[in-house]
């Protein structure tokens, strides 16, 4: 595959004549010309192999029965895909952990007064689709690791349920104490939901699907159109994985038979409150008979009832119990051992478990890890060696708190901090354009990979697709057209890469196509073959184009002779991300002070209407100015020596990479891959010690959402002004740290340049 | 009354001892110290007058039976409020015009495919509600001055049908031409819905009320609360206002008995295409019947359904005949000639016919302006004598196109041009906020006014609640805490100040209070007496505070030494309008040269979703830099003429005013009233000669929404570049020729302080 690169028009005007010139590829980061060209051939020979028919048939096998952690069929996958990898001769075994996982046993939700309804909690069989009617086998709808609970209440519908939506209420004058709240999926992930609902006294919390975010208001539904029918619901877990995933009794260890358990009642993870999740069938009713405040415009949604607040008239009675049994997952690992530096791994994960049949989460993305693997074994068998280890994972057990890979990690962790280079995640896969998110020590290397695969719809790179997506996106676009590398998001959780970057401090990449297809059947039973082969990546060929750029960082990774990290675009962004928080501190400040003005000028009183409760808001502490030098001062070491490292390995590149042969790689990539370890503390962030990365962590209170710097953004954004002036310390040392072992690896670099 | 004002608790700190300190009220704008203090007294027992009890009887009375424009109980009504001025002492008349107006002979709306639906275009009596039975006198569910029609065609939903949604539509690659469009009322006046689908080709539209903006999303329906319910429809006056309002037969001139009229097929104001108003009840199995593309996110409405845009399958039918009679209008005019300047004249105007009954729209206006006429007679009698003549209009015929109003002025033309000081208008009232909008030059004196009103619900002035109200919403509060005014909104069109402002040039207000009561009844059968008292300002006190408002301007225009005006929030004002407008054009620019280089990309086509229709947008020509001199220019010299005038008032008021005794009033305020005259130019606003004023004007392709400085904004929004910098040179000259103009009365008041 030839890419269209402006730079290689330019070189062939003038240079056409030489064959050379015309034929060598461009180069490839950490390696030395010869190396490049052979890792060229290698890559192209690998995305010929996957095939769409093989990702269509493995996603029928995988998702002809539901296959949560626990299930018969959930083991029987798994031990099929050990068959796989081992008839393709690949070194593969099962690991298994023992971990809680609940299942219900008793659920009702029943609207009491004004009028009776019971609640269906049950999504119906689908002519149509032919697994949508195995009951036997599908887990109920419900939310895992909702403590048990009877309870009685009026119901106050509180919007996401995320705690700007507490404060509006508090202006209303409405309190949720004593009260069981219904909020609607959306703007937080769901576990913080019933944790900030408990946080103001809440007794129970409901979550519902609103047709506005997830149904008939984005487009057709199920089985007419791909989008969420009146009784879908939205299964998952609510463990508060923000504090950790993994099995809720064994935090930071894995989850052995003969591991140290805590007491269901000691495990932090449980909800404070039960929790149920409802369609939006068995919402209208409960809904339709609050009175109160009418909602505020941005809370309501697409039933066709007017919006209120409550609380009450409606009294509603929940409850939950469930069966706390300790379940066996089953994960698959394969591994290749590395030929010149096994002691450095390239591990690639997907999860194959699923809350029902799961063809698109997790099938869309198992499968594709599944086609890469039998591509590795085929290059393996046509002489290829992989400078690295790899290890590839099929994870079980990721739906209900990232179990499998959790527990993985965390009995490997002595293991993993010493051996591992990158992690690679996928799951669910679409159709469109390219999704990256990761460590940003990684983001040129991944653009590089991105600009060698071609998008299956159009005749151009996949990275070239993506950018002119960006550009027809941005407010700024002159900032994406000029910048060299599309930027990476950065990672929060909500899938298998967690334990990896935020625990152990591995650089990590979780990629997926999407884009262009919509759907509402995430969590439910219609999340199956026959929706995915109606509705999504119909023909595969974005499972293939998927398996092609994974493939392909995953062999480039392996092969190089100095692992690819770069640290320039890592400085630019954590320099965004101070300024990002500098801003939030300024705003926050003078937000206060403005609203302070606004009380003593008695500007809410005047303008509250005198027939409508409202509670004008208290007056607050102004934050004061904050000492953000040490974390300018991290940043600035940091900054200068990504640029010595580039400029290093720059000169070692030079003249087809000669340096490279005499530099001592083990200990310049050994320096390398403790890079994103620097960036870890030991004690973790503050009252969650098992997030140990000092720059990505999800949200304390958006669940899944990304929270940059998170030690110091938190305690911002909580008004812990001392906190954060300390974390400021904290995290520019971090900084510092990292910089000193870049600049160790510059040196080894530099001293093979400077050696004969 | 006492208001709070920061400035005169200071005075008082200081001087509590001078009886006089204290007693003295604060300085009005054109009065002696000893004139002002003769206002003031008058102002206080004015304002004592205006009763809640009357305004509800009157309201009773005007809306107990429906009273469009030719019905029986509509001249009963004029007829009534003649007698009522009569008895008061008024010398009161009624004058009448005749006009063309259409009442609806046949309506259908029919499905005809993919199923068959007959839309009911009735709304049903309530049980609770008295005078929604009354349907042998009710209107039909139309739009006034749609043409006849009866065509079939594929329906479109074209979202609001504004001239955007047609270039979303391109992008789709969908045409209306020969199919009926669906638009949603919202967004636009709804004359501009069939004019743009007129423009694309279609050949029928229908406008119904969506229950997002306009139904149960914003609250409960009538009659459990004040919104549109499912059968409710908006009806409305579809007529090219922004061509010419007023009788379509009779443009520029009073449709009186004798007058010159147009053939039916002559006037320009008809729509090219039969319209329909239908309810979300009619409108909901049209819309369901659409297929094609989802309709993008922000084209949603709330009614459960999947939003599709068409074209088809749905096939609907579409017949409007109508019965195109003149029929006579009843104008009730009174007058109280003014003792010194009887040839300046103070205005004041609210319409009394409705749609229907018509409570809120517009007798909860009508009886303000009967409360407050009530109010003038009894001043009368305790011997107050206004200075200026002051005229009280109650309007016929406006909700159909301004029918009254415009005929009126039109017919009085020359008078007006020589006389009218000032025109004050109000329509439909409600409880909260007041709401000031108008000439600038009437800035200053209304921010005075509304400093002496006391807000009925809150023990602060109306000016301090709105400034708070202000405050809350600003993104720039210091802006409008440090402005010593707060703005005026400019007015475009909709009710009866549009001949006034827009075709005279008579500086104008349109007042009214709002804000804390929302509903959907209007122009519906359940915009009545039963509505108002339960959801509305039930006790009537913003009513009276209306009147206390109106009438005191009304007092102060009336009663002043020198007219009111101030000339430098005007110049700041337009200087804001000017900077707008070079944005605008900068913006465009930017726009199309990014838009370009994105096609130029290949940007568009590289993001386009293969499985879905996509047309790319075309190049475009890129606008050029215009010269904007002439308009800063003119705009510099009105701003220095501004601050000449207003240092020139300052002396001839200093000493308590001893100079204006001097001064040769009649000449400077016959300069004064010539100002906003010379705003307007005789050839008008190009492509429509009536709309002469060249600040303001509603935009022509927005209906009542204003566009400032309109010639010039028009033309660089619809590209014409050639004819933007035509404009700018007009414009540029008429701001300079009221610079003169002010100029001169400047020098009125010079001479007068300068003379011993």
């Known amino acids: ?267 932090k993870t449980i909800t404070r409150i039960p929790v149920l999740p409802i369609s939006y069938a068995d919402a209208q009713p409960l809904l339709a008979a609050l009175s109160g405040p009418v909602a505020p415009a941005p809370w309501r949604g697409a039933l066709p009832i007017t919006y209120h607040v409550g609380p009450g008239p409606a009294e509603v009675h929940l409850k939950v119990k469930s069966n706390w049994d300790i379940r066996r997952l089953y994960n698959v690992i394969f591994t290749i051992p590395g030929s010149t530096y096994p002691d450095e791994w390239i591990i690639r994960g997907n999860h194959h478990d699923a809350w029902v049949n799961g063809a698109d989460d997790p099938v869309s993305g198992a499968n594709v890890l599944m086609e890469e693997a039998r591509g590795l074994a085929e290059l393996l068998k046509q002489g290829w060696k992989p400078k690295r280890t790899i290890v590839y994972c099929v994870w079980d057990g990721e739906e209900e708190g990232l179990l499998g890979s959790t527990e993985w990690a965390e009995e490997h962790a002595e293991d993993l901090r010493r051996h591992a280079a990158v992690y690679i995640n996928s799951d669910a896969n679409s159709r469109g354009f390219l999704s990256m998110s990761g460590s940003h020590t990684l983001e040129k290397f991944m653009n590089g990979v991105a600009r060698d695969i071609t998008d299956p719809e159009k005749n151009i790179s996949v990275w070239k697709r993506l950018q002119a997506h960006e550009i027809a996106e941005a407010s700024n676009k002159q900032e994406v057209r000029n910048r060299s590398d599309l930027r990476l998001g950065a990672l929060g959780s909500g899938s298998d890469y967690t334990a990896f970057l935020d625990h152990l401090g591995v650089a990590s990449l979780n990629l997926s196509y999407g884009g262009e297809d919509g759907g509402g059947i995430y969590h439910s039973i219609y999340d199956d073959f026959y929706w995915y082969t109606h509705f999504d990546d119909t023909t595969f060929v974005y499972g293939r184009a998927l398996a092609q750029t994974i493939g392909t960082a995953v062999l480039r990774l392996s092969d190089a002779e100095v692992l690819p990290y770069e640290f320039n675009d890592f400085s630019e962004t954590v320099g965004r991300y101070v300024q990002e928080i500098e801003k939030l501190a300024r705003d926050r400040r003078q937000q206060a002070l403005d609203r302070n003005r606004q009380i003593d000028d008695g500007v809410f009183t005047a303008i509250a209407d005198p027939q409508r409760t409202y509670v004008p808001p208290q007056r607050q502490p102004v934050p004061p100015f904050l000492n953000f030098a040490p974390l300018e001062n991290g940043l600035a070491a940091l900054t200068r020596t990504a640029e010595r490292y580039e400029k290093a390995l720059s000169r070692a590149a030079a003249d087809g990479g000669s340096a490279l042969a005499r530099a001592s790689l083990r200990e310049i990539n050994a320096k390398l891959v403790e890079t994103e370890r620097m960036l870890t503390l030991p004690d973790g962030l503050p009252g969650r010690p098992w997030f140990k990365h000092q720059i990505y962590a999800p949200g304390f209170y958006t669940g899944y959402g990304v929270k940059t710097i998170p030690a110091v953004r938190e305690a911002i954004e909580q008004n812990q002004w001392k906190e954060a002036e300390e974390q400021i310390v904290r995290v520019g040392k971090v900084l510092e740290n990292i910089g000193e072992t870049i600049d160790a690896a510059a040196g080894g670099l530099e001293n093979a340049a400077n050696r004969p």
């Open 1 to 267: 595959m030839r890419i269209f690169r402006p730079g290689l028009v330019l070189a062939l005007t003038f240079f056409a004549f030489t064959a050379a010139a015309v034929d060598e590829p461009a180069p490839l980061r950490g390696y030395s010309a010869a190396a490049a060209r052979a890792e060229r051939d290698w890559e192209t020979r690998f995305r010929a192999i996957p095939d769409t028919r093989n990702l269509h048939d493995y996603m029928q096998r995988l998702s002809a029965r539901p296959h949560h952690v626990g299930s018969a069929y959930d083991k029987d996958n798994a031990e099929w895909i050990l068959a796989r990898f081992r008839s393709w001769g690949l070194d593969a075994k099962i690991e298994s952990f023992d971990v809680l996982f609940p299942t219900p046993r008793e659920r009702a939700v029943e609207l009491l007064r004004p009028a009776r309804f019971v609640a269906r909690l049950q999504e119906p069989a689908v002519a149509v689709d032919p697994t949508s009617s195995q009951q036997t086998e599908q887990l109920p709808t419900y939310n895992a690791y909702s403590r048990d609970g009877d309870v009685t209440g009026r119901l106050v519908y509180v919007n996401y349920g995320v705690p700007e939506d507490y404060e509006q209420l508090d202006r209303l004058g409405i309190s949720v104490k004593g009260a069981i709240v219904i909020a609607r999926y959306g703007a937080s992930w769901r576990g913080i939901k019933p944790k900030v609902a408990a946080e103001h006294g809440a007794i129970g919390c409901l979550i519902y699907s609103d047709p506005k975010e997830d149904g008939y208001s984005q487009g057709e539904v199920f089985p007419k159109g791909p989008y969420r029918p009146p009784d879908g619901v939205q299964r998952g877990s609510v463990m508060d994985m923000p504090v950790y995933p993994g099995d809720p009794l064994t935090p930071g260890v894995g989850a052995t038979p003969g591991a140290t358990r805590l007491k269901l009642e000691e495990a």
